[in-house]
């Protein structure tokens, strides 16, 4: 068995959502820019009289990290689904795809490999959420008792 370097801090991060999710999204995407984290998703950036699918496509090509956001909406989303697959099938996505877990859905729908990689829960709250994301990358501030811990400031 041959064992992959552990990924570095993301450069940007892709977000995939359901529009019905934009709330959440904006907020961790404040939250991850605070810590240094560059993030690319829909509302921020596609703008009035693009191409919707080229500037997606672009951001796709450019990001080094997937997050895809889990909930009923995003389930039943074609554009969150080809977004996936395509994050699926590159090489260099193999360990940087992460699951968000933001309401219990059924996550097959999306892809029958989504079920297999780890999610980060945010039902269990969005400051915890964002620390256990947060770990992923290294970036959690750490306590005098050798734990991890993310500082998440307000949105």
């Known amino acids: 068995m041959t064992h ?17 999710d934009r709330e959440f999204v904006g907020k961790l995407a404040r939250v991850l820019h605070r810590r240094g984290v560059r993030t690319w998703y829909s509302e921020a950036h596609l703008l009035g009289g693009v191409q919707w699918h080229d500037e997606i496509g672009r951001a796709l090509a450019r990001c080094d990290w997937f997050l895809v956001v889990l909930s009923l909406a995003s389930t039943k989303s074609r554009w969150v689904k080809w977004e996936l697959s395509y994050a699926l099938g590159e090489e260099r996505y193999l360990t940087r795809i992460v699951p968000i877990l933001l309401q219990p859905c ?11 990689l780890q999610q980060v829960d945010f039902t269990g709250g969005f400051a915890r959420g964002c620390r ?11 306590t005098g008792t050798g734990s991890a811990a993310a500082q998440t400031p307000a949105p």
């Open 4 to 20: 992959r370097a552990k990924p570095g801090p993301p450069r940007e991060v892709f977000i995939s959502h359901s529009h019905v």
């Open 106 to 116: 059924r996550v097959r729908t999306l892809s029958w490999a989504l079920p297999g």
């Open 132 to 142: 256990d994301l947060l770990r992923i990358w290294g970036l959690g501030k750490r």
